[in-house]
């Protein structure tokens, strides 16, 4: 009888903090963006970032030539594996097939943003489905639900033993050569780190006080996991999936530089243009330089702005 009168007092003085939160206080969300507008490291993850983006979206309207084409002729060039430096008409020059590598950079920067995202959200929507199930499983207190959560975060542990990249390039290895093949691999690599922070979360959010006093008013296990817990434990998933963004744009350019990404080489993609530009390192080195850095700076857009959301979201340091 002492124990639900402790309920029912703390549940008065989470509604009395709750109505006082709402007069003088800010969410969690809204007090993150603001920290976020005055982060140097935000800011500069997020120009780096929109940068990206518009060049993968307008690429095709700013490229000056067809990146698949050969822009010289054979009267001026009887040589291939010629190399034209940076003029006038080609930004950054030729490549060793006299195709123009300013418009292969910006026409790369769309499959390289496809892949990432898509491989992203792969990687995101199972590993949130697998956590999302282990999570809300263990936080019911069945014996059937700890039994499945442990089933689950076994498979989970078993894919986290692998290495990233080998798990990856094992699931390329065995679908084939394709730019899906691409996406999938990467993103099954995603998959358990997801299932784990997103399982880790639900957790800790269970002995919440908000999860007590849903319980003191005799709100159903089911409907606290489903409503209350699963959506409070999305924003470190949605920070990490900006961290990953970044490791997946690595990853896919490391399976294209292996030879597992798009059969067509034609194709412009900064890892395939790395692989190519490896036999050319002593002649050509711009061509490996210019879609290395695109990659580092692009990564390094990505880290900056999921480093800052997550310290943005950090209750830690929220004042």
Not at 47 to 64: E, K, L, R, S
Not at 159 to 170: E, Y
Not at 298 to 315: H, K, Y
């Amino acid at each position: 009888m002492s124990t639900k009168t402790d309920k029912i007092d703390r549940l008065a003085e989470l509604t009395a903090a709750k109505r006082t939160d709402q007069g003088h206080g800010e969410s969690l969300w809204r007090e993150a963006f603001k920290r976020l507008r005055r982060s140097p490291m935000a800011i500069a993850g997020t120009i780096v970032v929109g940068i990206f983006i518009v060049i993968a979206i307008v690429g095709p309207y700013i490229a000056p030539f067809d990146p698949v084409s050969q822009t010289w002729g054979d009267e001026v060039f009887p040589n291939k594996n010629t190399f034209v430096g940076p003029r006038a008409e080609n930004w950054l020059g030729l490549d060793h097939l006299g195709r123009d590598q300013f418009s292969r950079m910006v026409i790369g920067a769309r499959q390289s943003l496809m892949v990432g995202v898509v491989a992203t959200l792969l990687g995101f929507a199972f590993g949130a489905l697998l956590g999302g199930i282990a999570g809300a499983a263990a936080g019911l207190g069945k014996r059937w639900g700890r039994r499945l959560d442990t089933v689950l975060m076994r498979f989970t542990d078993m894919m986290l033993a692998i290495p990233a990249l080998l798990l990856a390039v094992s699931v390329a290895a065995l679908m084939g050569q394709s730019l899906a093949t691409v996406m999938i691999a990467v993103g099954v690599a995603q998959v358990p780190i997801f299932a784990r922070l997103l399982r880790g979360s639900m957790l800790s959010q269970a002995h919440s006080d908000y999860v007590l006093a849903a319980k003191a008013t005799g709100i159903k296990r089911r409907r606290i996991v489903l409503a209350h817990i699963l959506p409070n434990s999305m924003g470190p998933v949605l920070v990490q999936a900006t961290l990953t963004l970044a490791t997946a744009i690595i990853d896919a350019a490391a399976l294209s530089y292996l030879g597992l990404g798009s059969p067509d080489q034609s194709t412009p993609e900064w890892g395939t243009m790395l692989a190519d530009a490896q036999r050319f390192l002593s002649g050509a080195p711009q061509l490996a330089i210019y879609p290395a850095v695109a990659i580092i700076i692009t990564a390094l857009g990505f880290t900056l702005l999921g480093e800052a959301m997550r310290e943005s979201l950090d209750p830690k340091l929220r004042k």
